[in-house]
């Protein structure tokens, strides 16, 4: 039947790979596959491609915490306010980026609830998902490694596969454009 493509055997399972990019960023890719073995070799080919280093499970996530990321934008941000919304909408805890840009943060289950709070207080909610945070970042200021880095972050990218790429690279602002 298989081979007729008379039966549906699409079985999607979720993988995480862990590792070192280019100049010994901590990376974590999350990919959902029907092939584990495509995927593997493929994100495998994505490290050793770009100088980086593809590890065993457990390798970089514990250099990671799971988060609930709120980002609301604001015209006038009073903090008092947002402090406020942020206890009674169940966050635990917020800051103030850019002007105009709150982010509150919560427990990766709570995103959804914490998110309709807040709209139902009227912010404009512009993202909410669950994340993986650094617990430290890694600053990079050779030009060849952020080239190779954004080389390296791109193929990921590209690849149908993955879903999620969460790195501990401090200045992605300096990566250059491809």
Known sequence: KKAAGDAS??????????????????????ALTDNRNRTAGDVRHYF??????????GCVSFMFEDKGIIVCEE????????????MEAGANDVSFEEEGIIEFETDPSQVGN?????????????????????????????????RKLALFFD??????DVQNVYNNLE???????L
């Open 114 to 146: 914490v998110a309709n709070a807040l709209r139902e207080m009227g912010y404009n909610v512009t993202s909410a998902e669950a994340s993986k945070v650094p617990n430290n970042y890694t600053k990079v200021e050779d030009e060849e490694a952020l």
């Open 155 to 160: 193929a990921l990218d590209e690849d149908d």
């Open 75 to 86: 015209e006038n941000v009073d903090e008092e306010k947002a402090l406020e919304a942020c």
């Open 171 to 177: 200045n992605t602002e300096d990566l250059p454009e």
């Open 48 to 57: 050793d491609k770009f100088g980086g280093n593809l590890g065993t499970s």
């Open 9 to 30: 055997t699409e079985n999607y399972e979720n993988i995480v790979y862990e590792g070192y990019g280019p100049a010994g960023i901590a990376v974590v890719v999350e």
